[in-house]
Antibody, heavy 120, light 110 residues
Framework: QLQLQESGPGLVKPSETLSLTCSVS??????????WVWVRQPPGKGLEWIGS???????YYNPSLKSRVTISVDMSKNQFSLKLSSVTAADTAVYYC????????????WGQGTLVPVSS | QSVLTQPPSVSGAPGQRVTISCTGS?????????VHWYQQLPGTAPKLLIY???NRPSGVPDRFSGSKSGTSASLAITGLQAEDEADYCC??????????FGGGTKLTVL
């Protein structure tokens, strides 16, 4: 059974960079036609796609966040990571990592999510 | 504002049938991109409920079904149960090269 687990600092200050890692277990990050995805959900609001990456490096980002987002893969650790720069209070959200079937497909496995407040 | 539009809330009595709509445009649902649905219980991660418009993953009861027509899609739940009370969200893809979600619908079982 595939499992995903987010990890990272529990609090980020305004103007700093938010960094999260998603550890994948129970399967290889290089297997199949899967994309590895970051999604966030501000408190009380809906889901927002941040970006997706294929293990070989092809990546796609939400145009509204593209200038601040970097998603990368570490095949040796079976992990992928998110960096979001110049954060503000508007970036406070629960951040989820997930597996997607292709860039357009459904997200079949999700991490439990991690709340990242942005506050001084 | 979400790219896909859902009603903020729906409700129904146990045993009844409810539907949740997801309205898009010619650049996403209307462009023949698939629609997927997720169920999110309070404080938990979303769970895949319907994929590819009308397919259920293993373990999802057949009380849940999906459909798509034109620029819209719908999720139907029959034989409503108390455990169905949750948020439901649709997802598709947009020609602007991005994954798009609906704003979510809160289902209340009366």
């Amino acid at each position: 059974q595939l499992q995903l687990q987010e990890s990272g600092p529990g609090l980020v200050k305004p103007s700093e960079t938010l960094s999260l890692t998603c550890s994948v277990s129970g399967g290889s990050i290089t297997g199949g036609s899967y994309y590895w995805v970051w999604v966030r959900q501000p408190p009380g609001k809906g889901l927002e796609w941040i970006g997706s990456i294929y293990y070989s490096g092809g990546s796609y980002y939400n145009p509204s966040l593209k200038s601040r987002v970097t998603i990368s893969v570490d095949m040796s650790k079976n992990q992928f990571s998110l960096k979001l720069s110049s954060v503000t209070a508007a970036d406070t959200a629960v951040y989820y990592c997930a597996r997607g079937l292709g860039i357009r497909g459904h997200l079949d496995y999700w991490g439990q999510g991690t709340l990242v407040p942005v506050s001084s | 504002q979400s790219v896909l539009t859902q009603p903020p809330s729906v409700s129904g009595a146990p045993g009844q049938r409810v539907t949740i709509s997801c309205t898009g445009s010619s650049s996403n649902i209307g462009a023949d991109y698939d629609v997927h649905w997720y169920q999110q219980l309070p404080g938990t991660a979303p769970k895949l409920l319907i994929y590819g418009n009308n397919n259920r993953p293993s373990g999802v009861p057949d009380r849940f079904s999906g459909s798509k027509s034109g620029t819209s899609a719908s999720l139907a739940i029959t034989g409503l149960q108390a455990e169905d009370e949750a948020d439901y969200c649709c997802q598709s893809y947009d020609s602007s090269l991005r994954v798009v979600f609906g704003g979510g619908t809160k289902l209340t079982v009366l």
